[in-house]
């Protein structure tokens, strides 16, 4: 080649390098931003694909922990061999995470879920449309209709929250944030990897985390993504999957946080947080999975779950031995849940089972006194992750109230039959005596009367009283004729008792012995007292009333009586029947008083306390002859429970219980005077019992008096056998 050729090749090779050059700079692939640059302000809305989270890696900004060398992008790494430990990618960014949903309005958002970095979890998760008292509830509907100044946030219903977590390591004690279903854990091929730590996720878009695992090369071996999207009213998913990217199979152990315990009712009447669990039975009773989920049978309250220790709550030995199949696991209080289900569509199809995203639940107590709570685990079986694969893990959530309209209602709640966590019972102690059956159907009539009757929850539960006492009334009715008409005949018997404990005065036995014939005699026997046994009939249904009001959402800061209280200025009196009636005012914060979390000074315990007063003074057969004085001495003191301690433990309760149990022992005074008159028209005169041709006294008719007369004919059988033998053994 010429000097002249070569002069004019060697210009056009550098123009030619040099377009190339310009080429790849302006349409080459774009350098990956930082993290924060990706997240959308909170006012945007988020298309479906953006919620998508980037298949790049991301540049982790320069710390003493961060790797020094840049991952390789995915196209580099796939099909490479694992090059010695594995590490987590740091972020060292103040990126705050936007949150999902809006508490501004209620008719497009019911709640609002904050995240946070921390384990990629919610950090809060707060109703927009239920609220913490029922003054918050009247101020921001007055706000929102235009009338007055924004209330403060706090009043609005907050579900759950970060709780901080202390922990001992070599460098001393330490603290980290625990977020509310946040990822812990994962191991991957034995080597564990924390993911607790706010440097270890990078935010991706709008409730979207990721997090990279890399080896000693810098290459990228996994990802882990977390989705968190809205579903429904009070619906939540959990999309998060961990990518094996490398050319290996990894053996990966996955281990988040579960639903915690929530929070304590204001009140603190009583603690009833609970643990849950959906369960289907085993392939041997229920091969095609025909029979609905099942929730009964399992369950742990509060203070069962703190002494678990390192037994897991589930499964346990028994569900193991009946081969149960774990369906949905939630936490829940007074009124409201969080939950873990399968990954179900809103129409009810998918699988009824989450045995592949949790197969064990463990309980850990942390914190002292009133910052004490529990944190659940769960922990995903050990899975094999064959190279270039995915394995999901992928849920559903429920936070939200325990309400039957939605769980009895809405999918996919009805096709796992979540409508299980509503549990109208008071304690574990109290399940034998609590027919729920019956709760549930006082709960579709009391429903009923408020929405198609008398549209108010005061006068449904006082018409609820007239209802049960007019089905009652005929055993009422004849259990306290019969301790009318026996109190009324021992009156008249005093006189001749009298002389039969004068005769006999150092012989008990036999003024008993005695006191007996006489009482056969003028056809009185003891068991006209077991008059009151047919009461206890009704005494499911108080215990199944008690619990109903207890728990039922619907009169959650509902008012008596259509709220004419709330007339006169705001007057806090029967406001809400889900708490103390506050005659006297309420507490802006709860007072602590004796046994007592006190939020207003009541009336309707008081008024009950004399209602009882009443009802003992008055209404009570007068019995005190045919009793001892130690029995005499024993219905003193419960008269005493009655009118001072009942009154006493209920100072605290709802409104709607006491409002109920005023309501009915008021009908229930006026019942019985009604019975007393009729009784005082009765003929209750002592008089001897006829006798037939045989000279012997004719046995009653009824059935009491039967098995009276019967036992008394026994027992001179017997005391005439045991005379025969002694007068047997004088004649030997």
């Given amino acids: 080649m010429t000097k002249q050729a070569k002069r004019r ?59 020094v060398a840049e991952p390789k992008t995915e196209t580099e790494v796939k099909n490479k061999p694992i090059a010695g430990k594995l590490s987590l990618l740091l972020y060292k960014d103040d990126a705050t995470p936007a949150s999902l ?98 440097t270890v996720w990078n935010i991706t878009d709008t409730g979207s985390f990721e997090a990279t695992i890399v080896d000693d ?25 961990v990518h094996n990217l490398s050319s290996s199979k990894l053996d990966v152990e996955w281990l988040q946080y579960g639903p915690p315990s929530l929070r304590v009712d204001r009140s603190r009447y009583m603690d009833r947080r609970r643990f849950r669990f959906g369960w289907e039975l085993s392939d041997e009773y229920d091969p095609n999975q025909a029979a609905p989920i099942q929730s009964s049978d399992f369950l742990y309250e509060y203070a069962d779950a703190t002494k678990v220790g390192d037994e897991p709550l589930w499964p346990t030995t028994e569900t193991t031995e009946d081969g149960l199949k774990l369906s949905w696991f939630a936490s829940t209080n007074r009124y409201f849940a969080l939950a873990v289900f399968p990954n179900i569509n809103d129409d009810g199809d998918g699988p009824r ?50 309400k039957r ?28 005596c609590t027919f729920q059956w019956l709760a549930d159907f006082l709960a579709v009539v009391l429903t009923s009367l408020d929405q198609y009757v008398v549209f108010d929850w005061g006068l449904a539960i006082v018409l609820l009283v007239l209802i049960v006492r007019t089905i009652l009334h005929p055993i009422t009715k004849k259990s306290q004729i019969n301790m009318q008409r026996f109190g009324k005949v021992m009156q008249k018997l005093k006189p001749e008792i009298d002389k039969l404990k004068s005769k006999y005065p150092n012989d008990p036995k036999k003024v008993q012995s005695e006191q007996m014939g006489l009482m056969q ?71 602590q008083f004796l046994l007592w979390n006190m939020t207003g000074i009541n009336l309707l315990p008081i008024l009950m306390g004399g209602i009882f007063f009443i009802q003992q003074k008055y209404m009570s057969p007068q019995t005190g002859s045919a009793m001892t004085p130690e029995q005499q001495s024993q219905q003193k003191i419960m008269r005493i429970m009655m009118v001072v301690l009942f009154p006493v433990m209920l100072y605290s309760a709802p409104s709607g219980l006491t409002l109920y149990i005023l309501t009915s022992s008021t009908v229930g005074i006026l019942e019985s005077r009604h019975i007393r008159k009729h009784v005082d028209q009765m003929d209750v005169s002592p008089s001897e019992k006829p006798v037939d041709a045989t000279g012997k006294r004719s046995k009653p008719k009824d059935k009491q008096g039967r098995a009276w007369a019967d036992a008394m004919e026994a027992r001179r059988k017997k005391v005439k056998n045991k005379t025969n033998k002694r007068s047997f053994k004088k004649k030997d």
Wanted: charge should be negative; charged fraction near 15%; aromatic fraction near 10%.
């Fill in 9 to 67: 090749l060697i210009p056009l090779i550098v123009l030619v390098a040099s377009a190339g050059v310009l080429a790849a700079i302006i349409f080459g692939p774009e350098k990956p931003k930082p993290a924060i640059e990706k997240v959308p302000s909170p006012t945007v809305e988020v298309t479906p694909e953006a919620k998508k989270p980037a298949q790049d890696a991301k540049t982790p900004v320069s710390s003493e922990l961060t790797p």
């Fill in 101 to 198: 949903g809006t508490l501004n309005d209620p008719s497009t958002s019911k709640m609002e879920i904050e995240f946070t970095r921390a384990g990629a979890g919610i950090s809060s998760i707060r109703f927009s449309d239920i609220f913490e008292t029922v003054d918050g509830k009247l101020a921001w509907n007055k706000y929102r209709s235009g009338i007055g100044e924004q209330p403060s946030i706090e009043e609005m219903y907050l579900l759950s929250t970060t709780h901080e977590l202390a922990y001992n390591t070599e460098q001393g004690m330490q603290t980290a944030d625990i977020s509310v279903l946040g990822a812990s854990q994962i191991t991957i091929n034995g080597e564990l990897l924390h993911l607790t730590s706010p």
């Fill in 217 to 241: 090369n810098r290459e990228v071996v996994a990802k882990i993504t977390r989705v968190w999207t809205l579903n429904s009213a009070y619906g939540l998913q959990l999309e998060q999957q």
């Fill in 353 to 402: 089972l989450i045995k592949n995203t949790v197969q064990v639940i463990t309980a850990q107590t942390v914190g002292v006194d009133d910052q004490e709570f529990i944190l659940t685990a769960l922990w995903a079986p050990k899975t094999s992750i064959a190279a270039n694969a995915v394995f999901d893990l992928t849920m559903g959530v429920y936070a939200g109230p325990l």
């Fill in 405 to 432: 309209s939605i769980l009895d209602n809405e999918q996919p709640y009805v096709s796992l039959s979540m409508r299980g966590m509503v549990l109208y019972q008071m304690s574990s102690m109290c399940a034998i």
């Fill in 521 to 591: 005699k003028h056809g009185v026997n003891p068991f006209q007292m077991l008059g009151c046994l047919p009461m206890f009939l009704q005494m499911p249904i108080w215990v199944a009333l008690y619990a109903l009001l207890y728990f039922m959402f619907d009169i959650r800061h509902e008012p008596a009586f259509f709220g004419v209280f709330q007339l006169f200025g705001d007057w806090p009196f029967l406001a809400d029947l889900s708490a103390s009636d506050h005659f006297f005012g309420a507490f802006k914060e709860p007072k």
